[in-house]
């Protein structure tokens, strides 16, 4: 075996682990998202994410891996559509030439779990409302809006790349984008049953914060694949084990964001609210997925306290604006995904930028704001793409068809409506053994004092 062959033996077995810790982030985001919500709703939160992960990794072998990352022009792929055995066993030829250390199907496994993440994003402002076929729907048309951009930023050649705009592994293309669709779903949902009264937004408490803080621990976990393993490989430039770098800077941001968000609650809320802690956790990755790979570790600890702020900040402001996010997407994903790509304008090292070959240093280094505008121009155009294509075909969809269901629906929750059967069914209905039975198993009396509401009879009493 050539010294070559080594090498990429060791950038597949690398990058496809790191794939499957981004896969993981799955869990994550069905912990953190069953979590934050109620418990009625609870199944349908966390089983959507295996849904819609079934439906992106269809897509993006389909058409999306060949837009995003096929021989074409600045703007698309043209080639590389539902890959063939050779295209994806080849390493560094066409169509997917842009992967030089690993095999087509290598980087087809870490593409697709960055695929997913972002349309993860998507269902958390739109989270206890939504109709499940808009799942298979917009799942499948954001996948292909997800690719065309990564197209522009990290494909060679694209036509961002060549201006050398820095998102190492994806604030803008994975965080920003998945925000910018959910807003638009937002918007275009409306508010939950009974969150807004007149002006004044009503709090409705997820049901398991534990669940949450699991959900934020398995996420950060995951963060050690999406970030490190966006090197691609072992080498990077000429620094051998560079990922581990990326995984120092991505901790410390992380750990500032834990401190500063749960800081900041105390400070705004006169409590250390835990989801705020778990948003400056999540905000701060966010954050530092752009810049991981350019900045130092002060730099990246300065992010994380940013971030923490801006998760508890911009949910309060995004709620008083009448936007109803229950999972927090849009401040966590959005706002620190646009302070995250500004921020590596402003913080990258010249010599990092360097041995990454994107971009210059940043101003902080060169008294220069070259780099910002690049990354302002970058988080423009997405902007504007990436709302204006979600925000169209999600308004279309509700024209034609209606995306929100119905409000009897979401009175009785999505578990019992849309998949015939409670994700806690002892709490609801009578379970042998379950919940307000006898020890040996007969059911006792029906009356309240054994078992808690049903659901109608739950938003009644909240209603009155």
């Avoid at 966006?230 to 000429?238: C, M, N, R």
């Avoid at 999540?282 to 940013?306: M, N, R």
Wanted: charged share 10%; with cysteine.
């Amino acid at each position: 075996m050539t010294h070559n062959q080594l090498l990429i033996a060791a950038n597949t077995l690398w990058v496809v682990v790191a794939a499957v810790l981004v896969m993981f982030m799955q869990a994550g985001f069905a912990f953190l998202e069953a979590g934050l919500t109620r418990m009625k709703n609870a199944a349908h939160i966390a089983g959507k994410n295996v849904l819609v992960f079934g439906v992106a990794s269809l897509v993006y072998w389909l058409v999306g891996f060949g837009l995003a990352f096929g021989n074409g022009n600045g703007f698309v792929g043209t080639h590389g559509f539902a890959p063939s055995v050779g295209a994806l066993l080849a390493v560094g030829k066409a169509p997917f030439a842009a992967f030089t250390g690993i095999p087509g199907a290598t980087g087809w496994l870490f593409e697709v779990v960055f695929a997913g993440v972002s349309l993860a994003i998507v269902w958390g402002a739109m989270a206890e409302r939504a109709k499940l076929w808009v799942y298979f729907a917009f799942g499948g048309i954001f996948t292909v809006v997800y690719s065309l951009v990564s197209h522009w930023i990290w494909a060679p050649g694209g036509w961002l790349q060549r201006f050398g705009m820095q998102d190492f592994a994806g604030s803008t293309v994975v965080h920003y984008q998945g925000a910018l669709a959910a807003l638009a779903g937002a918007l275009l949902l409306g508010p939950r049953i009974g969150k807004f009264d007149g002006r004044r937004g009503n709090p409705i408490p997820g049901h398991n914060i534990p669940y949450a803080v699991l959900g934020t621990l398995i996420l950060w976990f995951g963060w050690f694949g999406f970030n490190p393993g966006s090197t691609l490989g072992v080498v990077t430039g000429h620094r051998v084990g560079f990922f581990a770098y990326v995984a120092l800077t991505t901790n410390l941001a992380a750990a500032a964001g834990a401190v500063s968000g749960a800081l900041t609650a105390w400070l705004v809320l006169r409590k250390p609210d835990i989801s705020m802690m778990l948003n400056g956790v999540l905000a701060a990755l966010v954050a530092v997925t752009a810049a991981s790979g350019f900045v130092a570790p002060w730099a990246a600890v300065v992010i994380g306290l940013v971030s923490g702020v801006i998760a508890v900040v911009g949910v309060l402001a995004v709620e008083r604006i009448g936007i109803d996010d229950p999972i927090g997407a849009v401040a966590v994903h959005g706002i620190s995904g646009v302070w995250g790509t500004i921020a590596t304008g402003l913080f990258a090292v010249p010599a990092l930028a360097a041995t990454l070959n994107t971009g210059r240093g940043g101003f902080v280094y060169t008294g220069s704001l070259h780099q910002v505008w690049i990354q302002l121009l970058g988080l423009a155009a997405v902007g504007a793409f990436t709302f204006s294509a979600s925000f169209g075909c999600l308004w279309t969809m509700k024209r034609l068809w209606g995306i929100r269901v119905e409000e009897e629906t979401e009175t009785a929750g999505l578990d019992v409506s849309e998949h015939g059967m409670w994700g806690y069914p002892e709490f609801y209905i009578p379970v042998p053994g379950g919940y307000g039975t006898e020890s040996h198993g007969h059911l006792v009396g029906h009356s309240h004092a054994h078992r808690p509401p049903a659901p109608q009879e739950s938003l009644e009493e909240e209603a009155a």
